[in-house]
């Protein structure tokens, strides 16, 4: 029975849509009077518009920085601002993403064998954080192996003694060029698996905005989402900043994170017809989909940038910074927090 409960739980995100049957009512047509699909498209293209804008505007603020002087990537203020973000980053996996897994496999339109007799949301956001870990650490390592610099063979003769100055005065450019290098590979992992976490999440949340017809409540939700990516954004773009890629790819990384949640959005108007939000293949598909996205948000932003900046030089050496710090990660948390009880 064990073997058996085990093998259901791994085949979870292959066969979830056919193994759960709908109570009568779920995935009918709401009798809701909010619900009116001639009134909510023009809000969804305000929100494709003003989402894509605000997305912009938070991802892209980091990369101009560095002609900021008061906002310069090496500077207290900046350092703040990020871990703001993270904040927020972390928020966005505790406060919203997660519980709404939890809603959604949990939900009275789910079969009580085997969703309301295991916590799926949480056991999917766990294997979520591991496998993030793997992917973070197998990623660094194939990065850092690559840029590995080989010991020079040493040379005898007659002019050995006479190099060794400088051969020692080498060894620590050497060395201090490794580390540089492997700090900068660093932050493209991070960068990089951050982005794959958020875009996983903004498409989801993009076509649960689409595919609603609910024209009383898309207003605020409009309002959430555009304080919540500005944020997000500028949590993403502080690490963009950090990889010392080319402007290029900085801004095509800033551009997909803008264009994934209206994308999702459009996805979502597209589907509208089909989707149903509370038919068993929606509510164990999305619910499936926010777990996996949660894990990736919240071991991201608690490994690889809150941890990463508080065990770093610059905050390590100053604990009045730290405090600032700590205290603008709270307030990125309790800002994610409030806007839960609205989105």
């Not at 290029?248 to 509208?272: D, H, R, V, Y």
């Amino acid at each position: 029975m064990k073997l058996n409960y085990i093998l259901l739980i791994l085949l979870t995100f292959t066969v979830s849509p056919a193994i759960s049957t709908a109570p009568e009512g779920c995935g009918s047509a709401s009798t809701d009077p909010c619900i009116n699909k001639a009134k909510a498209l023009p809000l969804k293209i305000i929100a494709i518009v003003a989402i894509f804008a605000t997305s912009l505007i938070g991802v892209t603020t980091p990369l101009f920085s560095r002609s900021i002087p008061f906002l310069r990537s090496d500077g207290n203020i900046f350092m703040i601002i990020k871990c703001f973000s993270s904040g927020i980053i972390l928020g966005t996996g505790f406060m919203h993403v997660l519980p709404e897994s939890f809603e959604m496999l949990s939900s009275e339109c789910l079969s009580d064998d085997p969703w309301h007799k295991f916590p799926f949301a949480a056991f999917v956001a766990m294997l979520s954080g591991l496998i993030t870990l793997a992917i973070d650490a197998i990623a660094t390592s194939l990065y850092t192996g690559k840029t590995t610099v080989e010991p020079a063979p040493e040379e005898y003769g007659t002019d050995h003694e006479k190099s060794s100055h400088m051969m020692i005065g080498h060894s620590h450019d050497v060395s201090h060029d490794a580390s540089s290098d492997a700090q900068l590979l660093r932050y493209r992992v991070i960068a990089l698996v951050l982005e794959l976490g958020i875009l996983f999440h903004s498409v989801v949340i993009g076509i649960s905005l689409g595919a609603t017809n609910d024209a009383c409540s898309i207003k605020g939700i409009i309002l959430a989402f555009c304080f919540h990516h500005i944020f997000e954004g500028m949590g993403l773009g502080g690490c963009i900043l950090q990889t010392d890629f080319s402007t290029m790819n900085k801004f095509l990384m800033a551009f997909l994170f803008a264009l994934t949640t209206p994308f999702g959005i459009f996805l979502g108007i597209a589907l509208s017809s089909i989707y149903k939000d509370n038919s068993p293949t929606a509510l164990i598909t999305v619910g499936l989909l926010n777990a996996c996205s949660a894990g990736m948000l919240i071991y991201m932003a608690l490994v690889d940038l809150l941890a990463t900046e508080f065990m770093g030089s610059m905050l390590q050496g100053s604990v009045k910074l730290q405090i600032k710090c700590f205290l603008a990660a709270l307030l990125g948390c309790a800002g994610m927090s409030v806007l839960a009880l609205w989105a």
